[in-house]
């Protein structure tokens, strides 16, 4: 399959952890890579590789790898870490780009 | 610093063509590979097409394959995006974005640019 698949919303309160699951086939063979998108602007990398942060991204954002379910962490989320969040990775054939559907983060 | 600068969208009928450019600065744009994202209004991204820094490589989603072409001119450092045929479903905010590599497969996305809008519509 060529597909990422992420919950398209979740949400999590002030100060507390969540986690962000991205699924594919795909990812048995390539790590994910994370992605955060507020309105109106153009996405920001934030994790890349096994577990590589962006420099500038807050040591709260952690990434993971689980046979064939990439996870970001968020460890004390913020107000301002509410966005969409999209993973990506290359596909089964590893020439082409795959992102997943996105998630909705809201900080309550 | 790393500056992407789209342009070249507009309003477009179907089956008409239109060229989108992207204007690289603030790193060797001849050492790294390129890509072309795109997203529908309110929708999630969706990868395009990437081309490597010697233009060697090239891929295309399905989605495009046959009505798009990418290409570069790095004695300009521009990107180009030749998009032919287009269809309603083409209709999206158009990324121009450096990959973390100039290798001949797709990496990680580092940088993007602000994206230039593309309406296909009658």
């Known amino acids: 399959s060529s597909e990422l698949t992420q919950d398209p919303a979740v949400s999590v309160a002030l100060g507390q952890t969540v986690r962000i699951t991205c699924q594919g086939d795909?990812?048995?063979?390539?790590?994910a890579n994370w992605y955060l998108q507020k309105p109106g602007q153009a996405p920001v990398l934030v994790i890349y590789?096994?577990?590589n942060r962006r420099s500038g991204i807050p040591d709260r954002f952690s990434g993971s790898t689980s046979g064939t379910t990439a996870s970001l962490t968020i460890t004390g989320a913020q107000a301002e870490d509410e966005a969409d969040y999209y993973c990506n990775s290359r596909d089964s054939s590893g020439n082409r780009v795959v992102f997943g559907g996105g998630t909705k983060l809201t900080v309550l | 610093e790393v500056q992407l600068v789209e342009s070249g969208g507009g309003l477009v009928q179907p089956g008409k063509s239109l060229r989108l450019s992207c204007a690289a600065s603030?790193?060797?744009?001849?050492?790294?590979?390129m890509h072309w994202v795109r997203q529908a209004p309110g929708k999630g991204l969706e990868w395009v097409s990437f081309?490597?820094?010697?233009?060697?490589?090239?891929y295309y989603a399905d989605s495009v394959k046959g009505r798009f072409t990418i290409s570069r001119d790095n004695a300009k450092n521009s990107l180009y995006l030749q998009m032919n045929s287009l269809r309603p479903e083409d209709t999206a905010l158009y990324y121009c974005?450096?990959?973390?590599?100039?290798?001949?497969?797709?990496?990680?996305?580092?940088?993007w640019g602000q994206g230039t809008l593309v309406t296909v519509s009658s």
């Open positions: 603030g790193f060797r744009f001849d050492d790294y590979a």
């Open positions: 795909s990812l048995r063979s390539y790590y």
């Open positions: 590789g096994k577990n």
């Open positions: 081309i490597t820094w010697s233009t060697g490589s090239i």
């Open positions: 974005a450096k990959d973390y590599t100039g290798g001949h497969t797709p990496g990680t996305i580092d940088y």
